[in-house]
């Protein structure tokens, strides 16, 4: 009887080392599988990053053309009064003009002219305003001046045209390719770093098109939903979680505000251009109308993740503070919220990432428009960096696909600054319990 009972237990244990063998093996396969997705997530973030990096690193660079230019005073200031206004009014394109036709003095058919001025950037009378306004002593000198060159030339020296193909495939004749190797053999083209690109607005020519007006604007539409979606969130669910009764209206608000966290954003535009530009009539395409409608998307969020917050504060430190006599609005505001803090501010950033990277409700209250000028405040017209690489991606011309990357690494460099700066609030904030 002894043996026949240990006979079992030995098949019985047999049996048990078997299953715990499978477990342990399933259990390997899962880790496994988990670090493969994990490689394979990271694979693909990489891939995309470098991707984006690859194609849009060059346009931080920028080409110039180095002309020997003479400013005539019979074409900028022919009266001699020196006025802005007479300097603003001249024709600096023809400075150029006759600048480029004294270096290429062979060139005399009326379309191998019009394909010589567009070596140079249709930018370069600006510039040349710009230098005689600030220095009237130039006027009646000539001097080396480098200015921005076309996109053609930008497009040959950056390597998007393939000298080896047919020239009626390439879109730049042979000619003007040898104008570009003829310049650069003479020392008259240099690269430099565009910060024309980081200081500038948009612009119909890729070579002068630039992102600091979808920066600007970006950081005041976001100024705008800050100092709007997070107060109001916060104190909303300081008195959801703290204060409210429990009732069905209670329970109808927040089933409320966990739906309008997965409302698709473009309903938020719809709601902002009726409520905000028809109704009161409020600037279009301005960041305090953009502000407001990104800060109605995010509330939700912040909402949500300030209660889970809130919630979690230990309810001893409640009664601790109640028990020395602190108020509920006191022990709240004074002893709940700020231990809350770091999860508030996790919702926040959430919230504000998310805001930061949409283009749909932007696109219904007219924040698409092409605006040229810096805004200096927020009821000025102004795009953002997202609907800035919307139009670039739409935009035929070949100069601006390396904008749009480069758009791109702005607008995640401007994310994980942004992010940056919560995490370390966030840990400022923190507790250690």
């Not at 000539?142 to 193909?165: F, H, M, N, Q």
């Not at 279009?284 to 949500?304: F, N």
Request: charged letters at 20%.
């Amino acid at each position: 009887m002894t043996e026949a009972a240990s006979g079992r237990a030995l098949i019985l244990s047999a049996g048990a080392r078997a299953r715990l063998r499978r477990r342990h093996a399933a259990e390997r396969r899962f880790r496994l599988y988990g670090l493969a997705a994990i490689l394979v997530a990271i694979a693909m973030l990489v891939l995309l990053l470098a991707s984006i990096v690859v194609r849009g690193h060059s346009a931080f660079f920028q080409t110039e053309i180095g002309l020997d230019i003479h400013f005539d005073a019979q074409l900028i200031d022919p009266g001699g009064t020196g006025a802005a206004d007479d300097i603003s009014r001249a024709d600096f394109a023809t400075l150029v003009r006759v600048a480029l036709m004294r270096r290429f003095a062979d060139v005399t058919e009326r379309r191998d002219v019009r394909r010589l001025l567009g070596v140079v950037s249709r930018g370069a009378s600006f510039d040349l305003r710009a230098m005689v306004l600030e220095d009237s002593t130039l006027i009646g000198t000539t001097r080396r001046v480098w200015v921005p060159a076309s996109d053609r030339v930008e497009s040959v020296r950056k390597g998007r045209v393939d000298r080896d193909i047919a020239e009626a495939d390439r879109g730049i004749s042979d000619r003007e390719i040898a104008w570009i190797d003829g310049l650069e053999a003479d020392g008259l083209v240099r690269t430099v770093f565009n910060w024309r690109f980081l200081a500038s607005g948009d612009s119909r020519e890729p070579e002068l098109a630039g992102v600091g007006g979808a920066m600007i604007g970006s950081f005041l539409t976001m100024l705008v939903t800050l100092l709007v979606a997070f107060p109001l969130g916060v104190c909303t669910a300081l008195y959801l979680q703290e204060f409210a009764p429990r009732n069905r209206w209670t329970d109808l608000i927040e089933v409320n505000i966990n739906n309008l966290a997965a409302v698709p954003s473009i309903v938020f535009g719809l709601l902002g251009l009726a409520v905000f530009l028809n109704v009161m009539e409020m600037p279009r395409s301005a960041p305090i109308v953009g502000g407001l409608t990104l800060a109605l998307m995010t509330l939700p969020t912040i909402i949500i993740a300030a209660r889970l917050a809130i919630g979690a504060v230990p309810p001893s430190l409640r009664e601790a503070a109640l028990a020395l006599g602190a108020s509920p609005l006191q022990t709240a505001i004074h002893h709940v919220l700020p231990v809350a803090m770091p999860g508030v501010l996790t919702g926040a950033i959430i919230g504000m990432a998310r805001a930061l990277g949409e283009t749909a409700p932007l696109l219904m209250i007219g924040m698409v428009a092409f605006i040229v000028d810096i805004p200096t405040s927020i009821s000025d017209p102004s795009t953002v960096l997202p609907v800035q690489i919307y139009i670039w991606a739409d935009s035929p011309e070949r100069g601006f696909a390396e904008k749009t990357s480069a758009a791109i690494i702005v607008l995640l460099l401007f994310l994980i600054a942004m992010n940056g700066l919560a995490i370390y609030l966030r840990g400022r904030f923190e507790r250690r319990w």
